[in-house]
C-alpha cells in the first residue's frame, strides 16, 4: 500500500483543504481553496492555518504543487497551484470509508432527536 | 505593507515566499470596500498569523526531523539548534517566549521591577509633557518663530513690557524689518449687561490689525477693520459665545450692552485662542471682550501698550533689534522732555522665549530631578536583575557549557529587560496622564500654556525612548554579566559568589544610588529652606481676616466729587456692618497688579518727566493703613478731610524716605511726583511715613511705594479692602449687598481674602517644593531598598562563609560589623559623591531659591545625615539576620 509512511490520518483541515483541491481542479491556489472551503463547507477557516496545512500536505507527498509565472498585469503575482496526489486521493477514499463505516446504521438515531 | 512583508519573508520558510504575494491578493480583496484602517488591521491580521503559525509550524518540523523532543527551552542547544550567533526573527521569538515564560513564573520580581521602573518612568514623563507643552511646542499662531514682544527699560524699569502709543506710532513707520506692529492694552474688567442681569467680564483693547498678525481669524464674523474706529465695536470669546451667549449665531452684528453703551459684535473668536504674553503682559486667558485700540501718536507719556511685532520675511531678531534700538535713539533726540532722563531703551524678545523665560530654571531644575529618579529606578531595576542573573548563573553557565552560544544568553536577558521596560513605560505614561492632571489641580502659580500639556505624539516618542533606554541602562550590566559565567569557575564555586568583577558592578550601583538620593535631598532640602525663609518674610502689613473685594461705579457718577462720595458711601455702609473694625480702598489689589509707575522729585520746581527714580503710586480711600494692616513709622494716614478736600499730601515708606532725606524726618516735606492729572496737585505734603507694605508681589523691595488720597484720580474702580473680627469670608454677601444699596449701580466681583492672595503669590515656590519633596522622598525610599536588597543578597551569598567563620570562633558581633561595615562603607561612598555632585549642581537652583544660599551647609550636613541613618537602618536588618544564622545549618545549605 502505498499509504506505509503517511498511514496517520489527516487532520480536518488538511482533510477539507484536499477536499477543496479537488473540487477546483486547475484552479487550485490559496486564496480560491480558502474561498471554496468557506463557501461550501461554512467554515470560516484562518489562511495561515491553511497555509500551513498546504505545506504539511505537501510534506507527506499527499499534494504536489507548482508556481506560475506571474500574471501578465501590473504588480502580477506568481501563485502556487496545487493538485492530489494518488496517495491523497487514496488518503481521502480511505477517511471517507472510515467515517461512512462509523455512520453506518446510526442514522435513525439522529432522526429520532 | 513593507513592513508586512519584512516580518513575513524573515518569519516564512524560504520555499513559502510566494504566500507574500497571495496573502496580499487575499486582503486587497477581502477588504475592497472597506476602510482603510480596517483593511491595514485585517492585513496585519493576517501577517501575524502566518508569522506565528509558521514559527511554530519550523519549531515542530525541526523537532520532528531530530526524532526527540526538546524541553528545557531554546537555550538548550539541539541538533537544528543555531549555537552561533546566526539571528533570525524566529530565534528572537523564541527568545522572547522564553523570557516571558520566565518572568510570569516570577511574579513578584517582575512585578517589582515594573513598579520600580514605573516610579522612574512616570514622573519622567509627566515632567516632560509639561516641557513639551511650554517649550517644545511652537506657540499657536501662523508662524510663530517670527513673532516678537517690544520691551523697554526706561527709568528704574527692566524689561517693562508695555510701550507708549507715539512709540508704537514711530516703530510702524521706521522699521524696516518689520512686516506688522502691533499693539494690546492691559486687560480691563467690564460690565456685560444691564440691570439684574449685570455680570463682570475682563476686556481689553487691541489695534485693528491685531489679530491678522497673529494669524488668528474668528470662527463667525469678522476681525476688525479700518472702518471701527467710528463705531462701537466688539469681538467676543468663544467661552463668552457659549456661556452667556448660548452659542447664537446669530449674535454677530447684534448689540449687548457692555459698561452701560451700546456695542455691536462683530465676531467670535477661536474656541482655543489664547494670547500669551511673558510676564507682566497683564492680559490673562480670562479675557472675554476685546474692543478696537486706536493710537494716538501725541500720546506719549504712558507706557502701558503691550507691543508685537511680525519680523519681515529674511530679516532677523538681531537685525530687527539693532534696528529698534536705533529708533529708540532717534526718539530720546526727537523729544528731549520725555525721554533725556530716563534713558529709554527698546528692546525685541522672541515671543516664546520671553513666554517660557520665567519658569524655564524651575523646569529644567524638575526636569533635572525626575531623570535622577529614573536614573535610580534603572539602577534600582539593574541591582534586582543582577542579583536574578546571579542567581540563574549555574543555569546560564551550564547552558553555554553545552553549546549555547553566549550572544544568545546575552539576548534573552536583554529580552527580559526590554519586556519589563515595556510594560513599565506603558505604566509610566498612565501615570504620568493622572499624575499630571492632579499636579494641575494644584494651579502652579503663573504656569502658562496649561492647556497644551497633554499627551501627545512628541511625549509618546519620549516616552518609547526612556523606555528604551532604560533598558539598556538596568538591562545591560546584568546581560553583560549573565553570559560571562565561565562555566567551570560557577560550578566549581556551586553558584555561591558572584565574583569580585560582579560584586563591584554591584556596590557601584548601590553607591550611584545614593549619591543621586543625596542630590535630590539636598535640592528639596534648599526648597524647603526656601519656602521657610518665604514664611518668615514680614510682608509690613497683616493679611489676616481682610477681604479684598473690586467695587466698579456705573457711568452715573462722572464727577471726581460724585466718584468720592459713591465711595464714601459705600466704605460707610460696610464700615456700619457688624464685625467689620476698619475699611480702606486702593486702586489696585495688593499682591494682583502693579501701581501706576512714575518718576518723583524732592525738587518742587523740577520739569523733568523722567529722573531716574520710580515709585509705585497708589491712590487710596482714607483709613486704608489700617485696614489693611500696615504699619505707620511716623506723621498720619490719609484721612477722610484729606479727600473731601482734596489735599495735595502724600504717605511714603520708609525706603523712600531715607533715600530722599537721609537722617531727616520727612514729615512736612514737598515731594514732586511726575504724574499729569487735572485733579492731582503734582507738589505733595509728606504727611506719613509707613514701614514698606510688600503689596506688589510680597517678596522684594522693588519700588518705593506712594499713598496718594483718592481724590487725585478719578478712577471709577477701586478694591475696597475690608477688615474684619474674625474671617471676613462670611461676611461677603452682607458687604456685597451693602455696596450695592450704596448705590454703584454695578455688582461688586473678584472677593478674596488677602491671606489667600499671600499664598498664591508664594504658589511657584510651593509647587516646586511640592515635585521636589516627592521626588526626593522617592529617591531615599528606592536607594533605602536597593541598599538592603543589595546587602541582604550579600548575606545570603556568604552564608557559607559567614558559616565557617563563627565555626571557626567568630562572635556573632564580628559577623554584624563586617556586614554592617559593608553597608555603611557603600553608603559613605554614595554620600560623599552625592555631597560632590550637589556643591557643582546646586548653583542650578539659584534662580528658585529665595533666602538661602545654594551652597547652604545646614541643608548639606542635615541631608549627609539624613541619607547616613537611612542607610544605616537599611543595613541593619540584613547584618542582623547574618549575625543570628546558625552556623551549622548555613554549612549544610
Not at chain 1, 32 to 50: T, Y
Not at chain 2, 174 to 197: H, K, Q
Not at chain 2, 330 to 340: D, G, L, S, W
Request: net charge neutral; with cysteine.
Amino acid at each position: 500500500m502505498a499509504m506505509n509512511k503517511n498511514s496517520e490520518s489527516l487532520g480536518e483541515i488538511e482533510e477539507l483543504v484536499l477536499l477543496a483541491i479537488l473540487r477546483l481542479g486547475d484552479d487550485a491556489y490559496g486564496v480560491p481553496i480558502i474561498s471554496e472551503i468557506a463557501g461550501r463547507a461554512g467554515r470560516e477557516v484562518a489562511p495561515a492555518a491553511v497555509y500551513v496545512a498546504l505545506r504539511r500536505l505537501r510534506h507527506k507527498e499527499l499534494v504536489t504543487s507548482w508556481t506560475s509565472e506571474p500574471e501578465p498585469v501590473p504588480g502580477g503575482r506568481a501563485r502556487r497551484y496545487f493538485s492530489v496526489t494518488e496517495a491523497g486521493v487514496e488518503l481521502l477514499a480511505h477517511s471517507r470509508q472510515k467515517m461512512l463505516r462509523m455512520w453506518d446504521g446510526l442514522q435513525p438515531m439522529l432522526e429520532k432527536r | 505593507m513593507s513592513a508586512g512583508r519584512w516580518l513575513l519573508r524573515h518569519t516564512l520558510p524560504s520555499d513559502e515566499l510566494v504566500i507574500v504575494g497571495e496573502i496580499e491578493e487575499m486582503c486587497a480583496d477581502r477588504y475592497r470596500d472597506a476602510r482603510p484602517w480596517r483593511a491595514h488591521l485585517g492585513y496585519w491580521q493576517q501577517v501575524l498569523a502566518l508569522a506565528l503559525h509558521f514559527t511554530l509550524e519550523k519549531r515542530r518540523e525541526r523537532r520532528r526531523s531530530s526524532g526527540r523532543r526538546v524541553s528545557g527551552g531554546p537555550l538548550l542547544p539541539g541538533p537544528g539548534f543555531p549555537t552561533e550567533r546566526n539571528f533570525t526573527m524566529s530565534t528572537l521569538l523564541d527568545d522572547a517566549r522564553q523570557a516571558l515564560r520566565h518572568l510570569l513564573r516570577r511574579p513578584g520580581f517582575s512585578a517589582t521591577v515594573v513598579l520600580i521602573l514605573t516610579i522612574g518612568i512616570g514622573p519622567a514623563v509627566a515632567i516632560f509633557t509639561v516641557v513639551n507643552g511650554l517649550l517644545l511646542r511652537p506657540l499657536p499662531y501662523e508662524d510663530p518663530d517670527r513673532l516678537g514682544l517690544v520691551r523697554i527699560d526706561l527709568s528704574g524699569l527692566v524689561a517693562h513690557p508695555g510701550i507708549s502709543h507715539g512709540e508704537i506710532v514711530d516703530l510702524r513707520e521706521g522699521m524696516r524689518s518689520a512686516a506688522g506692529v502691533e499693539a494690546v492694552n492691559r486687560e480691563f474688567t467690564t460690565i456685560l449687561g444691564e440691570g439684574s442681569e449685570m455680570v463682570p467680564r475682563k476686556g481689553t483693547t487691541a489695534t485693528l490689525g491685531f489679530f491678522d498678525l497673529l494669524g488668528v481669524q474668528p470662527v463667525l464674523g469678522r476681525s476688525f477693520i479700518e472702518a471701527d474706529r467710528e463705531e462701537r465695536v466688539a469681538l467676543i470669546s468663544h467661552r463668552l459665545w457659549t456661556d452667556h451667549f448660548g452659542a447664537d449665531a446669530a449674535i454677530v452684528g447684534d448689540t449687548t450692552i457692555i459698561n452701560a453703551t451700546a456695542y455691536t459684535i462683530v465676531g467670535v473668536l477661536p474656541p482655543d485662542f489664547e494670547l500669551m504674553l511673558g510676564p507682566g503682559g497683564g492680559v490673562s486667558t480670562e479675557v472675554d471682550l476685546w474692543f478696537p485700540l486706536l493710537l494716538d501718536p501725541e500720546f506719549r507719556n504712558f507706557w502701558g501698550f503691550r507691543t508685537l511685532v511680525r519680523l519681515a520675511p529674511e530679516t532677523s531678531f538681531a537685525e530687527a533689534r539693532a534696528e529698534i534700538e536705533r529708533l529708540g535713539g532717534e526718539m530720546v533726540r526727537n523729544f528731549p522732555a520725555i525721554y533725556e532722563d530716563a534713558g529709554i531703551r527698546f528692546d525685541l524678545h522672541p515671543l516664546h522665549d520671553d513666554l517660557v523665560a520665567p519658569v524655564r530654571p524651575a523646569l529644567l531644575v524638575l526636569f533635572g530631578a525626575v531623570a535622577m529618579v529614573l536614573l535610580i529606578a534603572c539602577n534600582n531595576a539593574a541591582g534586582l536583575l543582577l542579583a536574578g542573573t546571579l542567581a540563574r548563573a549555574k543555569e546560564l553557565a551550564v547552558r553555554q557549557a553545552l553549546g549555547a552560544h553566549r550572544y544568545r544568553v546575552l539576548s534573552q536577558v536583554m529580552i527580559e529587560s526590554l519586556l519589563l521596560a515595556s510594560a513599565a513605560g506603558a505604566l509610566g505614561v498612565l501615570v504620568a496622564r493622572v499624575g499630571l492632571q492632579s499636579l494641575l489641580a494644584f494651579q502652579p502659580g503663573n504656569l502658562p500654556r496649561v492647556g497644551a500639556m497633554v499627551v501627545d505624539a512628541t511625549v509618546l516618542g519620549f516616552a518609547i525612548a526612556v523606555t528604551f533606554l532604560a533598558c539598556l541602562a538596568f538591562g545591560i550590566i546584568p546581560a553583560w554579566q549573565g553570559s560571562r559565567a565561565e562555566a567551570a569557575d560557577v560550578l566549581r564555586q556551586g553558584g555561591r559568589t558572584g565574583g569580585t568583577v560582579r560584586g563591584r558592578a554591584r556596590n557601584g550601583l548601590v553607591v550611584a544610588q545614593v549619591a543621586f538620593s543625596v542630590m535630590l535631598l539636598i535640592g528639596a532640602g534648599l526648597l524647603i529652606r526656601t519656602m521657610q525663609q518665604l514664611q518668615a518674610v514680614d510682608l509690613g502689613f497683616d493679611p489676616t481676616n481682610v477681604l479684598a473685594l473690586r467695587v466698579p461705579l456705573d457711568g452715573a457718577a462722572v464727577e471726581r466729587e460724585e466718584r468720592w462720595a459713591k465711595f464714601r458711601t459705600v466704605a460707610d455702609e460696610v464700615r456700619a456692618l457688624p464685625g467689620v473694625t476698619a475699611v480702606g480702598g486702593m486702586q489696585e489689589t495688593p499682591l494682583s497688579g502693579r501701581g501706576f509707575r512714575s518718576s518723583y522729585s524732592p525738587d518742587v520746581d523740577s520739569t523733568d518727566e523722567w529722573n531716574g527714580t520710580t515709585a509705585d503710586y497708589r491712590w487710596v480711600l482714607p483709613d486704608t493703613l489700617e485696614a489693611l494692616g500696615g504699619r505707620l513709622l511716623a506723621g498720619r494716614d490719609i484721612s477722610r478731610a484729606d479727600v473731601d478736600q482734596n489735599r495735595p499730601v502724600a504717605v511714603i515708606d520708609q525706603a523712600l524716605a531715607a533715600d530722599t532725606w537721609p537722617g531727616e524726618s520727612p514729615i512736612g516735606k514737598r515731594l514732586k511726583v511726575m504724574i499729569e492729572s487735572p485733579n492731582l496737585d503734582p507738589v505733595v505734603e509728606i504727611i506719613g511715613v509707613m514701614e514698606h507694605p510688600k503689596i506688589i508681589d510680597g517678596r522684594t523691595v522693588p519700588m518705593p511705594i506712594v499713598l496718594l488720597p483718592y481724590s487725585s484720580t478719578r478712577r471709577s474702580e477701586m478694591t475696597l479692602l475690608v477688615r474684619a473680627e474674625r474671617d471676613p469670608a462670611a461676611l461677603a454677601d452682607a458687604i456685597r449687598v451693602a455696596v450695592y444699596a450704596a448705590g454703584t449701580g454695578r455688582p461688586v466681583h473678584t472677593i478674596q481674602p488677602l491671606d489667600a492672595l499671600v499664598v498664591d503669590a508664594r504658589a511657584d515656590a510651593r509647587f516646586i517644593l511640592l515635585l521636589m519633596s516627592t521626588l526626593a522622598g522617592v529617591a531615599v525610599v528606592l536607594s533605602a531598598a536597593g541598599i538592603y536588597s543589595v546587602l541582604a543578597y550579600l548575606v545570603r551569598q556568604r552564608s557559607h562563609e559567614t558559616g565557617v567563620r563563627m565555626a571557626l570562633g567568630a562572635a556573632a558581633r564580628d559577623i554584624l560589623r563586617l556586614n554592617l561595615g559593608t553597608g555603611l562603607l557603600l553608603a559613605a561612598g554614595g554620600v560623599a559623591f552625592g555631597l560632590l555632585g550637589a556643591l557643582l549642581l546646586s548653583g542650578f537652583l539659584e534662580s528658585v531659591l529665595f533666602g538661602v544660599a545654594p551652597r547652604d551647609p545646614i541643608t548639606f550636613f542635615g541631608v549627609a545625615l539624613v541619607v547616613s541613618l537611612v542607610a544605616t537602618l537599611a543595613s541593619l536588618v540584613p547584618a542582623l539576620r547574618a549575625a543570628r544564622s546558625d552556623p551549622a545549618h548555613a554549612l549544610r545549605s
